[in-house]
Every structure is written in structure tokens, then in C-alpha cells.
């Protein structure tokens, strides 16, 4: 049996170059392969070493098994998979890392419907963000269908103490964005798509 | 130079998929909190700890197919350390290309230089790091320098710097100069003269450093400040180049750059001349003025 497209290494390095890319300028669209986003980042990231929390089940079962990933709850895993589309649950908690260690701070993957330049039309409830802080210069915009405003409110708390926080994955079907604890959300506005 | 490098047995790139997926964990890590050295199991590799490990296994877990790979040593493509890593990755990375340009590469991984050219976005630069604790030098414990960073708790790197003042009028940092990266942790930049540490500064490209004895990976992202500590009347100052008998600027005696950072020689005869440190900058301007000499003939 063939390995999936994002199983082999050739595609997890040009799919970890390119979230490297992402994360490195904050808010700018990096494109995914046809195995969708949220695949092209746990693929490049995890092994039998890291655990993931999927508490809605967002994988499927053979996905969740060739990830090998171990299951761990949202407030102890390193990577979270939620989506975004729904208002975050009141005890949400994922790991914050310590003074000494902020890299064990959780990195949080939210599903989106979709993300584009502002300047292009959203469909439903589009959310403007202007983003500042390292990656950035000056301040770059950047339009996310479809997330919960309650989100940002949450990783404004979770981002408040630096260096401890955590860092945020926003994964539509065919792009991701990257959001480091250090990105400032300087403005949100949301406007109603057509 | 050639493409089709013969294969060494090994698995491409060298490293396992578990190592090369740790390695990028970090990095995303070491990006997401700009200046703070995550923690990394650093694997034994074929060459001793204390030459390039840390650089040569981030250039392993970031490189594929489509990259061009330069590996500078002091500026030098064909010193030993670069050669020996060079040849290497073209053996256990097939299909990737090598490359003495500057320009044309995108991934160059570095030992004690930044390219005097300006790096560009779609280029990463690996440098290698010794020493990657600034903090070493007034505490000993790592435990304590780790809350220090957290804390950006400088205070007594602050106290060396102005002991330094005071017995010496000068900071006595030459290279591996202190510099604060986004206002928060302060790096040690690896042995990079004083020189180089303003190109970290909102720099377009993406800046790793990895130490591979020490196991800690760093990274300053592009468009990110990186200010060297100094105080607010003893401005920073870089490497001055003047030659005290003429006042003037000393020159590169191959290709005549006044701009670039200078290596000090002593010839046959015991003189001192001075030539470009990077040697791509260097061979690229006597390029550029052979080919204009050519163009002038022609017309």
C-alpha cells in the first residue's frame, strides 16, 4: 500500500518549509496541497513524541492512527486541533509553557472557513484583522471566515503574559495563517459577507 | 557546480524523520518566541561537536529537492570546514544543488560571517553557534540563566558591559556581540564580528542559529528588532576600518571595496594588506569590473 501524499517525507519538508515560511511572517497566506491544511501542518510537526488532543474528532480514525501521535487532554497536549468556527468553551485551557520553558506553551490548530486579503469578498461572518509585532512590518491585514470573535478575546488572555502562551494555527480547507504568541491583533472589525 | 552527486546509502538528508521533525518543532518554536534558545536532543553526527553540528542538522531538517545550498566559513567558500560540510550534504542530500553564489542560493548555512549582501525573503541563513548563552559570562548556572531570560533580567550583563567602560573605555565584546532581539531575550549571535550584528536588524530573511554541543536552537525572524546593548551615550560602534598613517579608509587590495568587512594578511614580505572577507562579494565586483572593462573594449 502507498503511503498518502502528505505520509511521505518529500511532501512533510516542502510542507514544513512552507509553514516555517508562515509562521516567520505572521498573517500571510501559505497554501496547502490538496490534503487540505489542517493535514499539511500535524504532518510536518508530529511523531510518536508529541502528543495531540482532537476532542471533536475533527480526523478521522486511520488519519488520527498514521499521525501517531499519542492523545492527550487539551490542557496537557502540545498541539491542539478545535475549530474556530464555534464560540471556545469556557474551561478551555491548553498549556501556556512556564517562564523557563515557554516553548512547551500548546500550539493551536483552529479550523476557519476561509482566509484571504482583505480586499476580497468573504462569504458569512468575516473577521479584518491588523496584525503587528515581529514578521510584520509595519502592520499587515488579514480577513479569516468564519472564526468566533470569543477566540481572539481567549488568545489575547493566553498571549498576555510573554514569553509563556500559545500559538495559533488558523487552518481553512485549502490555506493556513500563523498567529505566534508574539503577534499583536492590533484591530478587529467584522463585517458581513454577501 | 554538479547536480548529480553520488549517494552515500543513507536515508536523504541524512537524519531520521523523527530527528529532522523534532529539529522543525523547534524551529517553529524558536520563531514563535524570537531570541529564546529552545531546548533540542541534538543527534551525534559524522563530524565532531564543535564544528557545525548544530548548523549542519537545522540545514538537514530544512533542506529538499528544490533547495540551493551555500555553506560559508569565514566568509570563504573553500576553507576546510566549509568544504568538508558542503560535500556532505552532497552526498547524503541527492538532487540538491550546491552553490558559491550568494544570490543564487537559497539556504546557506554559516560559520562566523552574514553575506555582506542584503539576504533576501525567500533565503534562510543557518549560522552556527558555540556558545548560544550571553548570559554565561556572570552566571553559571543554567537554571538561573533561564529564569533570567524569562524574566529579561539583564541587569548584570548591563553591570559587565559598564565594568568594561570603566576599565577599559571600550566594550570588550568583538564579536558574538550581546543583542536583544524584540525587545525581550538578548542572543549571542554566534561569533559574527560587530560588523554583521546590524543586518539582523528588520532583516527580509529568516535568521537560525543552532548549537549543536550546547543542544539549543535560536532564531531572529525576518522584520524583527535586533538592537546590541549599549548605553544611551556610548553609541555602538562597528569594526572601523581607517589605516591611522593615512586617515583614510583601508580598501580590499583585490577588488578595492571601501564597504566591506576586511581580513587582515601578511604577505611574503611581511607587509599587511587586506582583502574582503566574504569572497562571493569580492569575486562578484572583480566579475562585474571585468565584464565592464570587456563591454568597453567591445564598443
Not at chain 2, 554559516?110 to 553557534?129: G, M, S
Not at chain 2, 543583542?179 to 554583521?196: L, M, Q
Not at chain 2, 583585490?254 to 594578511?265: H, K, M, N, P, Y
Request: net charge neutral.
Amino acid at each position: 500500500m502507498r503511503p498518502a501524499a502528505w505520509g511521505t517525507p518529500e511532501a512533510q519538508q516542502q510542507a514544513f518549509r512552507a509553514v516555517l515560511d508562515g509562521f516567520a511572517r505572521p498573517g500571510t497566506l501559505v497554501a496547502a496541497p490538496a490534503d487540505g491544511a489542517v493535514l499539511m501542518f500535524l504532518s510536518a510537526v508530529l511523531d510518536e513524541s508529541v502528543t495531540l488532543a482532537d476532542p471533536l474528532d475533527l480526523l478521522s480514525a486511520d488519519t488520527r492512527r498514521l499521525l501517531l501521535a499519542p492523545s492527550a487532554t487539551v490542557d496537557k497536549a502540545r498541539f491542539v486541533l478545535l475549530d474556530g468556527r464555534t464560540p471556545p468553551a469556557a474551561t478551555l485551557q491548553p498549556a501556556l509553557g512556564t517562564l523557563e520553558s515557554p516553548e512547551l506553551g500548546a500550539t493551536v490548530v483552529l479550523a476557519v472557513d476561509a482566509l484571504h486579503d482583505p480586499s476580497q469578498p468573504g462569504s458569512g461572518q468575516t473577521t479584518i484583522l491588523q496584525l503587528q509585532g515581529p514578521g510584520v512590518p509595519g502592520t499587515r491585514a488579514l480577513a479569516v471566515d468564519g472564526l468566533h470573535p470569543g477566540w481572539l478575546d481567549r488568545r489575547a488572555a493566553w498571549v498576555a503574559a510573554y514569553p509563556m502562551g500559545v500559538d495559533i494555527v488558523l487552518a481553512a480547507p485549502h490555506t493556513l495563517v500563523a498567529l505566534p504568541r508574539t503577534t499583536r491583533v492590533a484591530s478587529h472589525a467584522i463585517a458581513r459577507g454577501v | 557546480m554538479s547536480t548529480a552527486h553520488r549517494s552515500a546509502g543513507y536515508a536523504f538528508g541524512f537524519l531520521d524523520d523523527r530527528a529532522k521533525k523534532e529539529l522543525r518543532r523547534a524551529m517553529l518554536k524558536a520563531v514563535s518566541i524570537p531570541g529564546y534558545q529552545v531546548p533540542y536532543a541534538s543527534r551525534e553526527m559524522p563530524i565532531a561537536r564543535g564544528f557545525g553540528t548544530g548548523g549542519l542538522q537545522l540545514t538537514l531538517a530544512l533542506i529538499g529537492p528544490a533547495d540551493t545550498l551555500k555553506v560559508i566559513d569565514q566568509g570563504a567558500d573553500d576553507s576546510v570546514n566549509a568544504v568538508n560540510l558542503r560535500q556532505f550534504i552532497e552526498l547524503t542530500c541527492p538532487g540538491t544543488r550546491t552553490t558559491k553564489r550568494t544570490a543564487a542560493a537559497t539556504l546557506i548555512q554559516t560559520r562566523h560571517r552574514i553575506p555582506e549582501h542584503p539576504l533576501r525573503a525567500d533565503q534562510i541563513l543557518v549560522l552556527q553557534v558555540p556558545y548560544p548563552d550571553p548570559l554565561v559570562v556572570v552566571e553559571p548556572s543554567e537554571e538561573r540563566r533561564k529564569t533570567m531570560h524569562g524574566e529579561a533580567d539583564y541587569a548584570r550583563l548591563w553591570v559587565k558591559l559598564y565594568e568594561d567602560m570603566v576599565h577599559f573605555d571600550e566594550i570588550t565584546f568583538s564579536h558574538r556581540y550581546p543583542t536583544r532581539i524584540a525587545g525581550h531575550y538578548v542572543i549571542d549571535p554566534s561569533p559574527i564580528p560587530r560588523w554583521d550584528v546590524p543586518k539582523l536588524h528588520r532583516a527580509e530573511c529568516l535568521y537560525l542559529f543552532g548549537a549543536g554541543r550546547e543542544k539549543k536552537i535560536y532564531a531572529v525572524p525576518p522584520h524583527t528588532d535586533a538592537e546590541p546593548l549599549t548605553f544611551d551615550d556610548v553609541p555602538f560602534r562597528v569594526e572601523d576600518f581607517t589605516d591611522p598613517a593615512t586617515g583614510r579608509r583601508r580598501a580590499c587590495s583585490r577588488c578595492g571595496a571601501t564597504d566591506s568587512f576586511l581580513d587582515e594578511f601578511v604577505d611574503d614580505l611581511g607587509r599587511k594588506t587586506h582583502q574582503c572577507s566574504d569572497t562571493d562579494h569580492c569575486l562578484a565586483r572583480l566579475d562585474a569590473r571585468a565584464t565592464a572593462v570587456a563591454a568597453a573594449f567591445a564598443a
